[in-house]
């Protein structure tokens, strides 16, 4: 079974430009969940979509969105984008989110740059 | 406000030992834990999931420990290896919803 894939792996903008990454979560797992990992902050909670909805949202300004496609691929957007949004962006699917079912497979991450 | 706690020093050991990791949480009642493995340049890796009901749980050489009344969780790593080394993660998945809050980490160094 292939595992959670992301594109692109780098990427480097500069302020007040907008980007999308994009994640392709395990095959047959419905929930997505973006996290944004910073050697300051460590690993935070962006959101997570299951079957194409926001099911939770963490504590991130609207710049951050995202959204999850019938096929259970999902993808984020930073619009406006701020020095501070450099990072690595982790994608993670799990089979349904919840409890017991809630182990997260992660991608290997999209490191993205704002100069 | 919410907070996991994980030790932020390196903690170094030597192979052969037991390794002991600690998560400490404050105003939260989790429902699970869980503890992820990440290596640098990589996502964190799944190792072990706890429920708020069970002491203990083990898995080759690994075990986890949940107590919900010092809201502390230990993970420990018998007979280390140098292939152990890498940072570890506790992270909680609340009854309130089930996104998970990550701690900060703990950075493992096992030396032959």
């Known amino acids: 079974k292939a595992g959670v894939t992301q594109t692109p792996r780098y990427l480097i903008k500069t302020r007040g430009q907008q980007v999308t990454l994009s994640c392709s979560p395990i095959s047959g797992h419905r929930s997505v969940s973006w996290y944004q990992q910073t050697p300051g902050q460590g690993l935070q909670f962006l959101f997570e979509y299951f079957s194409e909805t926001q099911r939770n949202k963490g504590n991130f300004p609207g710049r951050f969105s995202g959204r999850q496609f019938s096929n259970s691929r999902s993808e984020m957007n930073v619009s406006t984008l701020e020095l501070g949004d450099s990072a690595l962006y982790l994608c993670?699917?799990?089979?349904?989110?919840?409890?017991?079912?809630?182990?997260?497979?992660f991608g290997p991450g999209t490191r993205l740059t704002v100069l | 406000s919410q907070k996991i706690e994980q030790n932020s020093e390196a903690l170094n050991i030597q192979e052969g030992k037991t390794a002991t990791l600690t998560c400490n949480y404050t105003n939260y009642s989790p429902a699970y834990l869980q503890w992820y493995r990440q290596d640098p340049g990589r996502g964190p890796v799944f190792l072990l999931l706890i429920r708020e009901n069970e002491k203990e749980k083990r898995k080759e050489r690994l075990k986890v420990t949940f107590d919900t009344t010092l809201k502390q969780s230990l993970f420990h790593i018998t007979a280390s290896q140098p292939a152990d080394s890498a940072t570890y993660l506790c992270a909680l998945e609340s009854r309130a919803g089930n996104m998970l809050t990550f701690g900060g980490g703990t950075r493992l160094m096992v030396k032959p």
């Open positions: 993670a699917s799990s089979l349904d989110g919840q409890g017991v079912y809630n182990e997260q497979f």
